[in-house]
Structures are given as structure tokens and as C-alpha cells.
């Protein structure tokens, strides 16, 4: 699976756009990209997932660039309790389910 | 649905102690994950199951660690004898798997302190 990079840490003021980078340059073509969250002293919880195209759910939207080299998670109106340790992973979908976490960045969503 | 379920949620132990740690994934999920959660390693993913079965353990630290997962709705983990060092949070998650893109529901996790 490619490797990622992203910020160690982001603060956001509530109330506003959180948008949280990530670097996967090495993706290859049958790679997705995760975006997993663990709010402090609970187990992981998967946000969004995306191949080429941009995705929206309730919780998030994910942009992916044209090359796929890099994307962006967007939290429309953070709020407190978005505070939390973002994953963003790479990996093939498959029958080899492996899910393997980075460092993450911590976002600090502050009054 | 309740979700994936770990128990015990908290154990202290001495060391040398066996330890056993068990998760119940949820309904008609076939893939079974066992993570381990520490502040200088972060995630890291032991073990898994696919439809029972150990696909990778690549991840097991040492013959200390053994897993299980006699049927689809029980798995364990087991340290035997436990050490220090193996004081972490032990997450087990389960997801749909195969054909799936992978969503991984996590468990409460298990906070392991060997004294």
C-alpha cells in the first residue's frame, strides 16, 4: 500500500471549514483513499472513501486531485466535537482487507 | 445493531500473567481485525481474519501473541505470558470484507495495563 503524509497537527476555529490535507504520491491506480477519525480514547471511525472522484456524505466531502497525488477532507462546519486524530490511508479494495494507519493529524477545533 | 463488542474494557495484570481479550464483531461481517494502540507506535495492525481464517499475522508481535476466531461471531486475542511492554489499548474492528471497500467498524477497545 502507498504511504501518506499529513500535517502532524491543524487547529479550526468552530464554525468554520476544516480542510485537512493529505500527500499520497506513490498512489497506484487501483488504490482508494480513507479518511478514518478517532476521537480521543475511542476506536477509529471511517468518515470517507473515495477512487477519482469527489465525494460528500454527511459528514464530510473529499476532493482528489486530477493526478490523484493528493486530497483534501472538508469538515463544511466544524464543531467541537470534530476535535480528533484524522487518518488518511491508502489502499487496494480487495479480498486482502488490510487497513494500515499513519500518524494522522490532530485537529483542534477551538470556540 | 450493538455493534462490535470488546471485553474485558479495562485489564491490570502482573506480569507473566496469561491475558485474554475477546470480540465479538458484528452480524454477517466476515473480516476480523485485531489492532494495537500505544503512544509510541500508534495503530498497528496485528492480525486478521477473513472468513475465519488467519490471512495475515505478519503484524504479531512474538510467539507470545496468539489469536483465535473458532466461529464467526467470537475471536480472541491472548498474551501469554504478558510483559509490560504489552500495556496498550487493543482495538478489535470487523468489516463486510471481500467484495466491500472496506469500511472497518471499530470496537470500544480494551486498555491492557501489565504491571
Known amino acids: 500500500d502507498a504511504k501518506t503524509t499529513q500535517p502532524p497537527s491543524m487547529d479550526c476555529a468552530e464554525g468554520r471549514a476544516a480542510n485537512l490535507p493529505c500527500n499520497h504520491s506513490t498512489i497506484s491506480g487501483n488504490e482508494y483513499v480513507y479518511w478514518y477519525r478517532q476521537i480521543h480514547s475511542q476506536g477509529p471511525q471511517y468518515i470517507i472513501h473515495g477512487l477519482k472522484n469527489n465525494e460528500t456524505n454527511e459528514m464530510a466531502s473529499l476532493i482528489i486531485t486530477e493526478d490523484r497525488k493528493s486530497s483534501t477532507l472538508i469538515l463544511p462546519h466544524a464543531t467541537l466535537r470534530d476535535t480528533a486524530v484524522y487518518y488518511c490511508?491508502?489502499?487496494?479494495?480487495?479480498?486482502?482487507?488490510?487497513?494500515?494507519f499513519g500518524t494522522g493529524t490532530r485537529l483542534q477545533v477551538f470556540p | 445493531d450493538a455493534g462490535v463488542i470488546q471485553s474485558p474494557r479495562h485489564e491490570v495484570t502482573e506480569m507473566g500473567q496469561e491475558v485474554t481479550l475477546r470480540c465479538k464483531p458484528i452480524?454477517?461481517?466476515?473480516?476480523l481485525f485485531w489492532y494495537r494502540q500505544t503512544m509510541m507506535r500508534g495503530l498497528e495492525l496485528l492480525i486478521y481474519?477473513?472468513?475465519?481464517?488467519?490471512?495475515?499475522d505478519s503484524g504479531m508481535p512474538e510467539d507470545r501473541f496468539s489469536a483465535k476466531m473458532p466461529n464467526a461471531s467470537f475471536s480472541t486475542l491472548k498474551i501469554q505470558p504478558s510483559e509490560p511492554r504489552d500495556s496498550a489499548v487493543y482495538f478489535c474492528?470487523?468489516?463486510?470484507?471481500?467484495?466491500?471497500?472496506?469500511?472497518?467498524?471499530f470496537g470500544e477497545g480494551s486498555r491492557l495495563t501489565v504491571l
Open positions: 481474519f477473513n472468513n475465519n481464517v488467519p490471512i495475515d
Open positions: 474492528a470487523s468489516s463486510l470484507g471481500a467484495a466491500y471497500t472496506g469500511e472497518l467498524f
Open positions: 490511508i491508502v489502499r487496494v479494495a480487495g479480498n486482502t482487507d488490510k487497513l494500515i
Open positions: 452480524s454477517g461481517h466476515n473480516s
